[in-house]
């Protein structure tokens, strides 16, 4: 279960979109044939399919996770990107792997169209609602998927869950983190991003290979989880889970919270 207190402040509802149609004027592939089209994309680099699987089986076991659900923010739109098809069908192929059912699946991006949104939850996808921000507390353990997303969308998810509780519920799939680390003065990475700062240092960390039939879909990507020994050592260091007060890029403004 998954519960939520935050707003975005900047969303607008898009509109039910007149049916496209080509230049020859033709109607445009539906969503569906165009999502069936990333699935056999997928398939057709089977060994990057069952290596990438294998490894999110191997992760679970290490990080000693049992019967996650998944959380997937900042996909985008299936109806406008093929990268979002592409990321979408991993998601569903992973799942599958790990039978985790796709009503386990809770989603959500402010790109969603209507379309989007029907789309998906013909999949049996839980669209959540657009009030509804990624700034979630995670009570089960939980499979992040976060495909390039931004970096304050992962210092929310981590201050939301700071603690060694937290961490144990959480398997990110997302931009690798240690990229930030590499690429932003650590000053301003730290006043920034404090548990991002914090945490990459005891990331145990496997990068998804490239997929050679839509390479942006899977660049710089990554599972990512704290080992147990790791989380151990921190818990006797109560004083890493100690943030400075005010600091990071989360909005503290509370709204209604949601239960899911």
Not at 21 to 26: D, E, R
Request: some cysteine.
């Amino acid at each position: 279960m998954l519960s939520s207190s935050y707003l975005y402040t900047d969303f607008k509802r898009v509109g039910p979109q007149k049916k496209r149609k080509s230049k020859a004027g033709l109607e445009a592939p539906s969503i569906s044939a165009l999502y069936q089209r990333a699935v056999d994309d997928l398939t057709t680099d089977s060994n990057w399919l069952t290596n990438c699987q294998q490894m999110l089986c191997d992760t679970l076991k290490d990080a000693l996770m049992e019967s996650p659900t998944v959380l997937c923010l900042g996909l985008g739109s299936p109806t406008g990107s093929r990268d979002a098809r592409i990321q979408l069908a991993f998601l569903l192929a992973a799942c599958h792997e790990l039978d985790i059912d796709h009503n386990a699946i809770s989603i959500y991006d402010p790109v969603f169209t209507v379309e989007d949104s029907s789309f998906l939850t013909s999949l049996r996808i839980h669209c959540m609602t657009e009030n509804l921000a990624p700034q979630y507390t995670l009570v089960n353990p939980t499979i992040l998927y976060m495909p390039h997303c931004d970096r304050i969308l992962y210092e929310n998810i981590l201050r939301k869950n700071w603690s060694g509780d937290g961490m144990r519920r959480i398997l990110l799939v997302a931009n690798c983190l240690g990229d930030y680390v590499d690429s932003i003065p650590s000053r301003k990475l730290a006043s920034e991003s404090p548990c991002l700062s914090k945490i990459v240092p005891y990331l145990r960390c496997r990068m998804l290979p490239t997929l050679q039939c839509c390479t942006t879909a899977f660049s710089s990507m990554a599972i990512q989880y704290i080992e147990k020994d790791a989380l151990a050592t921190l818990d006797r260091t109560s004083s890493f889970w100690e943030l400075p007060s005010g600091k990071g890029q989360q909005d503290e403004e509370t709204k209604d919270s949601c239960t899911l």
